[in-house]
Structure formats: structure tokens, C-alpha cells
């Protein structure tokens, strides 16, 4: 499986809302912010540090990404992209059919609370 690290200036962009999914990540180094929206309506939802991944949602289920992923500090990532990823999540058909359950549940979890702002 190839693995090639990425990295991110403070400020630097990794993916955007609405972006289609290329890549999985794992923060090796450093802080990701998690947002929706921009300017006044930007909210925060998540900082992610080392050890934890983000773009899975997305490669999983085939949507756009669904926020946006800047780096806060210099980041260090290690990236698996799309089908590298799938392939390792069809080698073993029940994981990788409880994954994509997980996934549509938290979809539809995030629609619904959406729904109350």
C-alpha cells in the first residue's frame, strides 16, 4: 500500500466543502480545523490532532467532502487515496459494510441537526 506524506503551512487548505474525496488522511503532526461556512458564518466543528483521520466520510460514500479541512499549525499528513483505501476496506466485506453503515448514520444525524440551526 503506498503512503505519501503531505505537508501543510499554517493556513494552508487541505480540502474544501463541496470538494469531490481523493484522499484519506492521518495527521502525523500538527492541528486541523474542521469548518462550515465562511467569514461571520463560519463555525468550527472540530480541531484534529496527531493520530487522527479525516476525508473518510466522503471516500466512503462517494459524497463531497462535507467541510472544510485547514491546517492551524505546520501538519504533517500521511494520505491514502480513494482507491487504495476501498481496496482495503474490500478485503474484508462485513468491515467495510459496518463502516459505511456508520457513515450513513452520521449523514444522517448531521442532516437532522442541521435542521434545528
Known amino acids: 500500500m503506498s503512503r ?11 480540502f474544501r466543502d463541496g ?11 500538527g492541528e ?12 468550527v466543528l472540530a480541531v ?5 483521520f479525516l476525508g473518510e466520510m466522503a471516500v466512503i ?11 492551524i499549525t505546520k501538519t504533517t499528513l500521511v494520505t491514502l487515496d480513494t482507491s487504495e483505501f476501498k481496496k482495503e476496506i474490500e478485503d474484508d466485506p462485513m ?7 456508520l457513515i450513513k448514520r452520521l449523514r444522517k444525524t448531521s442532516r437532522k441537526l442541521a435542521e434545528f440551526e
Open 61 to 71: 460514500d462517494g459524497s463531497p467532502r462535507s467541510a472544510t479541512a485547514k491546517a
Open 4 to 14: 505519501i506524506e503531505k505537508i501543510l503551512a499554517p493556513g494552508d487548505t487541505l
Open 95 to 101: 468491515i467495510g459494510a459496518l463502516v459505511f453503515t
Open 32 to 43: 486541523i480545523e474542521i469548518s462550515k461556512g465562511t467569514g461571520t458564518k463560519k463555525r
Open 19 to 29: 470538494d469531490p474525496p481523493d484522499s484519506v488522511y492521518l495527521i502525523k503532526e
Open 48 to 52: 484534529l490532532s496527531e493520530g487522527d
